[in-house]
Every structure is written in structure tokens, then in C-alpha cells.
């Protein structure tokens, strides 16, 4: 069965062929039998995959497509979309990876009676896999009347694999799809086999829901992997672990650490359900209870009493049931308002929880202060309940510009007689830009002091870090739970010796700059050199010329034009886009052509890689001849700015390509980059010293303020 349907974008071509998005522009453009149009927009049309192959031998353009490429380009373009394909896609993989005998032996057949056969194989693995269910044909979509289902972490978006159950009836996640509907999916499926005997079954699926996330980022809030690994040792060994808003299932895989556990998933997104069962059945032999449906409003495991629980809800949600649930069991600790989703998630965790089990749940910082939650979190903090409020840098997991917490939850097996809370706060281990926190260091301090809470004996308070607070002294008018507000403030009981030490550091840093200073010369005279400029250089081959801006890759970080100007580290993202992104290489020199200033950043190997954002561009010199630095330092000149500036309107706009250069050999090319280069380390020094200075002065008022250091 040739496999017509599945169309390619140029982005795609650009992948396949090894080459630059422009070049499949110029192909269409000087080709009269390149390949027409099937389907896409003017702007972003798409192709026909076996056509597009087809061309590309024939120029002699390509031997073969990649076997990666292949299948992700019939994954993206199946007839009944992407998620679909990625399900059949899972079934068959879980397959090969349980009985790979059986695949061999059904592969060998016509796609008539591969498709045919493969149900029935499915049933035998799903069966111990997932439960009986599971072996049922896909349930149709039945269009039952109701509230609308609240969101799980992860939005939905459409599917025909597995369809949406009514609000009251969760359903299996994962069903054994028809030979009808396995049969266009056939062609794929024998490329995503060949893809595992390379690769290997479990790394294929993730190898293509990456991609499939990647593609859609706006689609799915994802967890990060050492989030959930922190929240899993949180949590500790436990045998049966639920997650009741899976989304990708980034929590659940990090609980996975033994065959025989029994992992619970519950989401409100069909699709997301589905992919995440299976991809849990593919990274562990632990046996995998998958469920589609709105947790809060049909919860799928009423009977569950899990070891441990652990869960990143929707926050914010109004919708989450409110006026249905008035009566609901669960809530122990007091009705949620409507404006307390998280609270209704953490007592639902606490009801599926056995006595004496850990519940771990990211929550938004302001359900530890809103006052509409204040009588929950009291209860919570009375019977024990509430363990732990950890207060997690900015950047940790998204929504990336507020500090999320972590909540720490066990289910009372008898009311304490003088319960604590420990409060922690790894704030200020947060990383620059979207580099995130600095994961080792939070691991450590935050472990560090839960381990310390759980021991007997008095728990040693760690100034501006932790703090194990009897409850009794949370229990006012507001309950407020936010470490922040608990906490004394870091170790000023160094006090004057601190401080000293930030100044003595601050004075090394400006000796260095003093020697770093360059030479004072009398009898300096302008230079008449032979000029050229960057435009001439380009067509002439001495250098590459690409601009910033025109698409980006979710998990590739972004310099941007504020980084180069503040000499920080990538912090930005670019939508996605059939476009390729342009990534930075060591010796590249990149430019702003915004503001006005005369900047020019030389990429080190802790930048290269970054892909280049919007009002950059990129120069990419032949080191046969031009030295990269002394590009960058010629292209600082403010005369050199000035002439080539444009003020066309309200915002000076630089013409990269008129920026002269003297026309100098090699050799004097490097003598010239080397002083550049010592001016450059002069530059970071001061803005090392920057601030130190900023720390000083930071550190002279809290030490003032709070009495650690004296006004003489």
C-alpha cells in the first residue's frame, strides 16, 4: 500500500534533504517539475511525501531519506492526524516490545491482513497490561448532556483514536483500535518498526511524542523532568502511586522505579490519557490502570488507596465542579470555594491516599495565602495533613515567571499532639533567563531538610532556607502558608564578616580591571587603512550572513537581543514555525541592529548552540580569513556605527552589511582580535564588579535594618 497521503512541509523537505529552508525556496522557484502544492496555505503549503522523495533522488539530491524523517513525516500527516498515528503508533510498539515474535510473524502479510490480524494481537498484551477493558474496540463517541469537563494539565486538543467520555463515565484509557481503522496507519506502522529494531521500542515512542510536543507547545503544559523526580523522592517508595492529571505522564515515569508497582492515571484530555498509558507500558513492566474522564467530577479509582499520589493540577480553574459536588465525600477538610480548585485536588489526593501515605502536588503560590482557602488549610494544618510548603525558584515548571510551591501531603493515621509544618524556600537558586533553577542545589537543600524534618529530635532551623514551624503559630486570620513570610532571613549572623568578604572580592575584581586597562599612547594617529565592508565579505565568501527570528524548537533556548546587550545567557523563545531557527557556533559574532549601540558579542561554548532571536544578526567568519574578534572589535567602532545607522524612524536601525572593516593580513587581523579580546574580559569585569557592588550595598542595608551590623 503506497502511502500517498501523507504531505511534507518545506521545513520537512529542508530536514530530509540536509539542507537550509532558502534552498527548498530556490528549488521551487528554478524547477518546473518540482513537486506541486497538495495541501497547507500560500504561505506554508505542503507536499506530497512520495512525490517530494521522488523528486529529491531524481536531482540526486537525495540516496535515501532518513528513516527518522520518514516516519515522523508520515506520523504528522496521517489522514485522521497526528494523535491518532502517535496512538497506533504506541499499540504497535508495546507489541514489539512484549512479543516481538508476533509482529515479525503478522509483518510478513499483505497491509490487507496486517491490519486485520493486529487487533487481536493487541488484546493479548493489553489484557495483562491494562485490564480487561482495554481489549474492547474503541467506544464511539456518545453525546451525552452535562457540564463541560474541567481541563487536566494538559489542554486537549483532538482526536480520532479515543473519543471523549461523558463527564459521569470514565473510561479505559487505552482501547484495541479496529483493522478499519488500523489499515491507513499500516505504511507508518512498518517504518515505526523498522525505526525500533534501530532505535528500540521504547526510545522510537519517545523519540515521536517528543517531537509531537514539540510541535504543538502551546497545546500541552509539560512537567519538568527534575521537577518530577523531586517530587517522586518526596513522595518515597511506594508500590502504588496514582497521578489523577497525568498530562504526559513526566510524574508517573519518575515514580516508576520497581516492577512491581501499580501505577494509576487519570486525564480529562482523551489523547493525553491514551499516550501516557502507553508510554508508562513501554518504560516500565509494572502493571498500568490508564483512565479517560474529569477526575474531580468522575473519578475512575473511587476505591483506589494509593502509597503515594502525585499530581500537577490546572490552576486556576473555575469550572472544576463546584456546584455539582456541594456533598461530595472527599471533602474532609472543608467545601472548597469555587476559586479553590487546588484545594479541591489536594483533598482528593488525600482521599485516594492510605494511612500514613505521601501526597506531592505543584501548587500556585497564592493557594497558601488566599484568604477564601484560609479555613482548609487550617484543618489541613490541625490533623496533619500538611506536612511540607516548599517554595520552589522562578522557573522551575510553567507558567515560568512565578515561583510555584510544592505542597507535601500524608494522610493522618492519627492526629498528632503538637503538629509542624516545614517551611522551605529554595528561592534563590534560580538560574538566569529560561536556563531554570539550578536543579542540583534545590535537590539537595530541599531533601536535605525534609529528611532532617522526618527524623526524631528537634529539627535545626536553617536561616533563610528552612524552617520546621509548630502550627499553633500559623493558626490566625489568615493562615497564610508562604515560607517566604516564615522564615528569618538568611545567614546574616556573619554579619560583618559576610560583607567583608563581598567587599574584599569587589576590590580583586576592580584591581583587575586597573590591570586590564589598556595603554596610554601619546603618539597615536588615525589609521588610513584599505576598507571593506561586511556585505562585500559575504559575496565574497569570507563570511556567512543570517538573521535572527524566523522560527524556533521548544526545548532550544533563544539569545536574544537583551542577552547580547546585558552579556547574559539565552532567556528567550520563538513561536514555532516551519521555519528553521539559526543556531549560534563558537567564533560566530552577532550583532543587534536595534538601539542604536555599537555591540558586538563574540559566541563562547556556553552560548553556542542558542538559537538566534529576533533583531539579530548572525556573522559567521571563514578563520582562514577573518579573525573573529577582530571582526566583533572593528564592528564596535562608534564612527563605524554611525555611518552605517538608519533613523528612518523613531528607532535607529543598523545596515549590518555597510559596517567597514580595514583590509589587514591575518597575522595583524589576530594581533588586532587579541587586544579586542583582552577588552572584552575588561567588560565582564566590571560588570562583575556591578554586582558585587549591588550585593554590598544590599547586604549593608538588611545588615542595618535587621541589626547584624552596627551604624558605626
Known amino acids: 500500500m503506497q502511502d500517498n497521503a501523507t504531505e511534507v512541509t518545506a521545513a520537512g523537505i529542508a530536514r530530509m534533504a540536509g539542507v537550509g529552508r532558502a534552498a527548498v525556496s530556490n528549488w521551487r522557484r528554478r524547477h518546473a517539475d518540482f513537486p506541486r502544492p497538495v495541501g497547507g496555505t500560500e504561505t506554508s503549503p505542503s507536499f506530497a511525501l512520495a512525490e517530494v522523495e521522488s523528486w529529491l533522488r531524481k536531482q540526486g ?105 461523558s463527564p459521569a463515565s470514565p473510561r479505559p484509557a487505552v482501547h484495541t483500535p479496529t483493522g478499519t481503522e488500523l489499515l491507513p496507519s499500516v505504511p507508518l506502522l512498518r517504518g515505526v518498526a523498522e525505526l525500533a529494531a534501530e532505535l528500540g ?86 502493571t498500568v490502570r490508564g483512565a479517560t474522564g474529569d477526575t474531580l467530577r468522575a473519578d475512575a479509582h473511587p476505591q483506589l488507596r494509593a502509597d503515594a499520589v502525585l499530581c500537577h493540577p490546572p490552576f486556576n480553574e473555575r469550572n472544576w465542579g463546584h456546584d455539582e459536588l456541594a456533598y461530595d465525600p472527599r471533602w474532609e477538610y472543608g467545601f472548597p470555594a469555587r476559586t479553590e480548585s487546588e484545594l479541591a485536588w489536594v483533598q482528593h489526593a488525600l482521599a485516594r491516599l492510605k494511612d500514613g501515605g505521601a501526597g506531592v502536588l505543584l501548587m500556585p503560590p497564592a493557594a497558601a495565602s488566599r484568604r477564601s482557602g484560609r479555613r482548609i488549610r487550617a484543618d489541613l494544618l490541625r490533623r496533619g495533613a500538611l506536612r511540607a510548603v516548599i517554595a520552589l525558584p522562578v522557573g522551575a515548571a510553567p507558567p515560568y515567571n512565578i515561583p510555584l510551591h510544592l505542597w507535601v501531603l500524608r494522610r493522618p493515621e492519627k492526629a498528632p499532639a503538637q503538629p509542624e509544618v516545614l517551611l522551605v524556600d529554595v528561592g534563590h537558586f534560580a538560574g538566569e533567563g529560561r536556563g531554570g533553577p539550578d536543579w542540583r542545589a534545590v535537590r539537595e537543600a530541599v531533601l536535605d531538610a525534609w529528611q532532617a524534618f522526618g527524623r526524631p529530635g528537634r529539627f535545626t532551623e536553617r536561616p533563610g532556607l528552612a524552617r520546621a514551624l509548630p502550627v499553633i503559630e500559623l493558626l490566625d ?111 560566530d559574532v552577532v550583532v543587534p541592529v536595534l538601539g542604536g549601540g555599537s555591540v558586538a558579542r563574540v559566541i563562547d561554548t556556553t552560548t553556542a548552540g542558542a538559537a538566534l532571536g529576533r533583531n539579530l544578526v548572525l556573522l559567521r567568519p571563514d578563520p582562514a580569513a577573518v579573525d573573529a574578534w577582530f571582526l566583533a572589535g572593528f564592528l564596535r567602532g562608534t564612527a563605524n556605527n554611525r555611518q552605517a545607522s538608519s533613523y528612518a524612524s523613531t528607532a535607529t536601525r543598523l545596515d549590518v552589511r555597510r559596517l567597514q572593516l580595514p583590509r589587514l593580513p591575518l597575522d595583524e587581523q589576530r594581533r588586532y582580535g587579541q587586544r579586542f579580546r583582552t577588552l572584552d574580559e575588561f567588560e565582564r569585569a566590571l560588570r562583575h564588579a556591578g554586582r558585587l557592588g549591588e550585593q554590598l550595598v544590599r547586604g549593608m542595608y538588611d545588615g542595618l535594618t535587621d541589626g547584624t551590623v552596627a551604624p558605626d
Not at 508520515?74 to 485522521?80: I, K, N, R, W, Y
Not at 515515569?253 to 499516550?275: G, W
Not at 576592580?510 to 559575496?539: F, K, N, Q, V, Y
Request: aromatic share 2%.
Open 61 to 165: 539530491k537525495l540516496a535515501e531519506v532518513p528513516l527518522r524523517e520518514r516516519v515522523w513525516q508520515q506520523l504528522s500527516g496521517h489522514p485522521d492526524g497526528p494523535v491518532t498515528a502517535l496512538t497506533h503508533a504506541g499499540c504497535v510498539l508495546l507489541l514489539i516490545h512484549d512479543r516481538p515474535p508476533v509482529w515479525l510473524e503478522l509483518s510478513a502479510g499483505s497491509d490487507e491482513r496486517l491490519a486485520e490480524m493486529l487487533p487481536g494481537a493487541l488484546r493479548e498484551v493489553f489484557t495483562p497490561r491494562f485490564g480487561p477493558e482495554s481489549a474492547q474496540p474503541v467506544p464511539q463517541t456518545v453525546n451525552t448532556p452535562g457540564p463541560a469537563p474541567a481541563p487536566a494539565a494538559d489542554p486537549p486538543t483532538a482526536v480520532n483514536a479515543v473519543h471523549s467520555p
Open 477 to 587: 486570620d489568615d493562615v497564610d502558608l508562604a515560607p517566604a513570610r516564615h522564615l528569618p532571613p538568611p545567614a546574616a549572623a556573619d554579619g560583618a564578616e559576610q560583607l567583608t568578604s563581598v567587599r574584599e572580592l569587589l576590590g580583586e575584581t576592580l584591581r583587575l580591571t586597573a590591570g586590564l586597562t589598556p595603554p596610554r599612547s601619546d603618539t597615536a594617529h588615525p589609521a588610513r587603512w584599505p576598507l571593506t565592508t561586511i556585505g562585500e565579505l559575504a559575496r565574497g565568501g569570507a563570511l556567512m550572513l543570517r538573521t535572527g527570528g524566523n522560527g524556533g524548537h521548544a526545548r532550544v533556548p533563544v539569545l536574544t537581543d537583551h542577552d547580547v546587550l546585558s552579556g547574559t545567557g539565552p532567556s528567550g523563545t520563538l513561536p514555532e514555525s516551519d521555519e528553521e531557527a539559526v543556531l549560534t557556533a563558537p567564533g
Open 201 to 286: 521500542a521504547r526510545q522510537t515512542f519517545e523519540f515521536l511524542l517528543g517531537r509531537h510536543l514539540d510541535a504543538n507547545p502551546r497545546q500541552y503544559t509539560l512537567t519538568p523532568a527534575d521537577l518530577a523526580g523531586l517530587m517522586a523522592d518526596l513522595a518515597g517508595p511506594a508500590r502504588t502511586v496514582l497521578d489523577p492529571a497525568c498530562g504526559t505522564g513526566a510524574l508517573l515515569r519518575a515514580a516508576a522505579t520497581r516492577p512491581d508497582q501499580k501505577l494509576h492515571a487519570q486525564d480529562s484530555a482523551p489523547e493525553l490519557a491514551a499516550l501516557t498509558t502507553l508510554r508508562l507500558a513501554l518504560h516500565t513492566w509494572s
